[in-house]
């Protein structure tokens, strides 16, 4: 696609309940990365995917939280048993990773909102 | 325009004057750094980046500054337009492939332009 795309654009769930967060890459894009954005601050790091492998998950704040990628595209973001202070903004990001190209442009976001 | 550090999160700037953003970052061994601009419910946007290995790279209106002795980084606006109120973010990776390019945000800067 011509850019980045995330979906749903908001999830409001309850407390307890699981949740699915879906990135489109950009097509080509091999390295894909997912952000976290709290109200008022600034993105928190989560995990990073080269393909379907992800070599560095150090971002991601629990156990309640795994990613995956499949075909080397689009990833799928979990949340299990969700708590309010998961409520944020989450953001994908991929890039084309090769070395004058690093630039990661991002989608447009997820905003979960936790009852 | 007048000049800010991130510790002074707004910046109130009159259209058609020049902005500057100002960024400190603290790794030293961080080669890479993006400026993004994030409207509201949207997700960050690439303005521009530079490496370690330059000091200044040019836009459309916009320049970003690195100065690697005192670990600062800073984006000019030319002659701000209304269409340039946002949060604007510095960025930094260091470079570890294995790893990918995670990137490290500062907490952003909001950009005010009055008519």
């Known amino acids: 696609g011509a850019g980045v795309s995330q979906s749903p654009s908001n999830k409001v769930t309850e407390k307890g309940k699981d949740v699915e967060l879906r990135c489109d890459p950009i097509s080509g894009h091999t390295a894909l990365y997912w952000y976290r954005q709290s109200l008022g601050q600034g993105l928190e790091f989560l995990i990073y995917f080269q393909g379907n492998s992800a070599p560095d998950k150090s971002g991601l704040p629990s156990d309640r939280f795994s990613a995956e990628r499949t075909g080397g595209s689009v990833s799928t973001l979990t949340i299990q048993r969700t708590q309010q202070e998961d409520s944020a903004v989450y953001l994908c990001a991929s890039s084309s990773d090769r070395r004058e190209a690093d630039t990661q442009y991002f989608g447009p976001g997820t905003r979960l909102t936790v009852l | 325009g007048e000049s800010v550090g991130l510790h002074l999160p707004t910046l109130s700037v009159q259209e058609g004057d020049n902005s500057i953003i100002n960024c400190a970052y603290s790794n030293s061994a961080s080669d890479y750094f993006i400026w993004y601009k994030q409207e509201s419910g949207k997700g960050p946007q690439f303005i521009i980046d530079?490496?370690?290995?330059?000091d200044k790279r040019q836009g459309q209106r916009v320049t970003v500054l690195l100065n690697k002795t005192v670990k600062h980084l800073s984006l000019q606006i030319a002659a701000t337009q209304p269409g340039d109120s946002a949060v604007y973010f510095c960025a930094e990776n260091k470079e570890i492939k294995a790893a990918g390019n995670k990137l490290t945000f500062g907490g952003g800067t909001r950009v005010l332009v009055k008519p």
């Open positions: 530079i490496r370690s290995n330059m």
